[in-house]
């Protein structure tokens, strides 16, 4: 065999040999490329983390004053004892709101975040959609013909012009209202009795 096709064998050889080492030590290269991270992204992503952690472990505080359908209630109270300070709330429709929810209903108020009580106080003015009118406090109302639930300054306004019109226009109920005497039937003669009182008197002889 000539020189020169030992030189060819060498060289084909070493060419061989470094083509296989190559990929390797591109392979590792690259492999540290995408494990290197730029410290920017990872301060980021344990910032992200840490937020989320607090987030999640701050407890709601707990207040013992809560406004609640414009009216101050005790932080302590559950939510339907809470709702039957509201006027025009008994204790059936108290219930109900909880049911209505999906909220418990021994959960002091207190404890509700801003969003619960946004969301009771557009469950109660958005009452006659979800009840029957026979649970509502204003079937056909005078103006409108419609079934509302009225509740707080709006049912007190409503009661006053209520009253105002039937003494308006003289009915049984109106004038007895302008007397100040009871409308519902009830018996006078020894109930509602006011001014000076008479004690018995004995016939003369």
């Known amino acids: 065999m000539s020189n020169e096709l030992k030189y060819i064998q060498m060289v084909s050889e070493k060419e061989k040999v470094e083509k296989k080492d190559k990929p390797e030590e591109e392979g590792r290269e690259a492999r540290k490329e995408k494990m290197e991270v730029p410290e920017e992204g990872l301060e980021g992503e344990v910032e992200s983390r840490e937020s989320v952690e607090k987030l999640e472990e701050k407890p709601i505080e707990f207040r013992h004053r809560v406004r609640l359908a414009g009216v101050i ?100 109920r109106g004038i007895r209202h302008s007397l100040g005497l009871p409308v519902r039937g009830q018996r006078t003669r020894t109930s509602f009795r006011t001014g000076a009182t008479v004690g018995v008197t004995r016939r003369k002889r």
């Open 73 to 172: 209630v005790d932080g302590n109270l559950d939510l339907v004892r809470a709702l039957m300070k509201i006027k025009g709330i008994g204790h059936r429709i108290a219930s109900t709101v909880p049911v209505l929810m999906d909220m418990p209903r021994k959960k002091r108020v207190g404890e509700l975040s801003e969003e619960e009580i946004d969301r009771i106080e557009n469950t109660l003015k958005n009452l006659h959609k979800k009840l029957p009118p026979w649970m509502l406090n204003r079937e056909k109302d005078f103006e409108t013909g419609k079934n509302l639930h009225l509740i707080g300054g709006d049912l007190e306004v409503t009661q006053r012009e209520d009253i105002t019109r039937q003494k308006r226009i003289k009915s049984y």
